[in-house]
């Protein structure tokens, strides 16, 4: 789970589109999942961390809104819920019988920085199993000149050597091709507050230190994880970027690691 802040005026002052969506291999109908809540992933998991994204700055959540390829069935439902640090919001909203969409307009999600979110997915009575789902919210930072990039690896990362993730939603596991997994940048601004949290430490005499990385080169936006640790932050550094700038975050392992995502 990683996240980084975009410091550039959004186009409504204050507001950001937060966009998701996937599930080509298929939701459960009879199980509660979860899925990432920035950006394309291929289908939900019952294991709630793997989907955990964090964000970088202070804010609100709202305006939630979500679509499925294939109406439930009569008697049958989906709710889809907004999680903040596993425990459910009121940003929610279900989609029943022959209905394909729900919104929720009127509930809000107050934001801290370092805050862990994901959307739960919670079927009743065996509804059917739509192609795809997709959805989205609007983000409301509290500075609001900041916008936000919100990532997961989803499996398991690398045990050694270097590697590569988007900053921008699912990149299952990481990639040894930093091109494969760089995000473009569309204006200039400054990114900043870096936060990376893995399922487990690297273990003893092993470390992970996590850079941003601008066009291909190191900036000073980096965290390590050490032997012990499972969360690390940078919220002291930053840089600047112009629109055709590319970011990733690089992973540079000290060691051999056990199975863990970030």
Request: glycine share 10%; net charge negative; aromatic share 6%.
């Amino acid at each position: 789970t990683f996240e980084a802040a975009h410091g550039a005026a959004p186009a409504i002052a204050g507001e950001q589109l937060i966009s998701g969506g996937g599930a080509a291999g298929g939701i459960s109908s009879s199980s509660v999942e979860y899925g990432s809540f920035m950006g394309q992933y291929s289908s939900p998991d019952t294991t709630e961390s793997k989907y955990y994204q964090i964000i970088s700055t202070g804010g609100t959540l709202k305006k939630l809104r979500v679509e499925l390829a294939t109406a439930p069935g009569t008697g049958t439902s989906w709710t889809f819920t907004v999680m903040q640090d596993t425990v459910a919001t009121s940003l929610a909203c279900s989609i029943s019988d022959t209905s394909t969409s729900c919104a929720d307009t009127s509930n809000t999600v107050s934001i801290s920085a370092g805050d862990k979110v994901n959307l739960r997915i919670t079927p009743t009575n065996t509804p059917a199993n739509p192609s795809y789902i997709r959805f989205s919210s609007v983000f409301a930072g509290t500075d609001n000149t900041e916008t936000i990039l919100m990532g997961n690896s989803y499996d398991d990362i690398s045990t050694s050597g270097t590697v590569y993730m988007s900053l921008h939603g699912e990149s299952h596991g990481d990639d040894s091709t930093l091109t494969d997994v760089e995000t473009l940048i569309p204006t200039s601004g400054t990114v900043k507050k870096l936060y990376v949290e893995s399922s487990a430490a690297p273990g003893s005499g092993n470390n992970c230190t996590f850079t941003v990385l601008k066009n291909g080169l190191a900036t000073s936006l980096t965290c390590e994880l050490g032997a012990l640790g499972a969360i690390c932050y940078d919220t002291s550094n930053s840089f600047t970027v112009e629109a055709g700038d590319s970011i990733v975050l690089r992973n540079a392992i000290t060691g051999t690691i056990g199975s863990m995502f970030c």
